[in-house]
Nanobody, 127 residues
Framework: QVQLVESGGDLAQAGESLTLSCAGS????????VGWFRRPPGKGREFVAV??????????NYADSVKGRVAIARDDAKNMVYLQINVLKPEDTAVYYC??????????????????WGQGTQVTVSS
């Protein structure tokens, strides 16, 4: 079983940066790919970023809407995955979720591809 806990969500001003953290537990976490999704107010969950397991493809990918402003990274020694969001915009306001995929290759771009989910952390960006 894998458990995921997000943290780092906050109220921020447009133009600032935030780093979200995802703490994973369970012996298989380092072998999973991990994605970040977000759910803007009144909308469904949307893909933000994904990173493969460190021993797999090395793939990292980002949604076009955030490309150039976000960076995903993992620290397997700490069972952590991070999402840094730079130059925050009001449209980044959402609940951010991390999710783990049993497929280690890091090609999961859809909600249904992920087996494990955290509870989410709220990011609110004011203009």
């Amino acid at each position: 079983q894998v458990q995921l806990v997000e943290s780092g969500g906050d109220l921020a001003q447009a133009g600032e940066s935030l780093t979200l953290s995802c703490a994973g537990s369970g012996p298989i976490f380092s072998g999973l790919s991990v994605g970040w999704f977000r759910r803007p107010p009144g909308k469904g969950r949307e893909f933000v970023a994904v990173i493969s397991s460190s021993t797999s493809t090395g793939n990292i990918n980002y949604a076009d809407s955030v490309k150039g402003r976000v960076a995903i990274a993992r620290d397997d020694a700490k069972n952590m995955v991070y999402l840094q969001i730079n130059v925050l915009k009001p449209e980044d306001t959402a609940v951010y979720y991390c999710a783990a995929d049993l497929d280690p290759r890091g090609y999961g771009y859809y909600v249904h591809e992920y087996e494990y989910w955290g509870q989410g952390t709220q990011v609110t960006v004011s203009s």
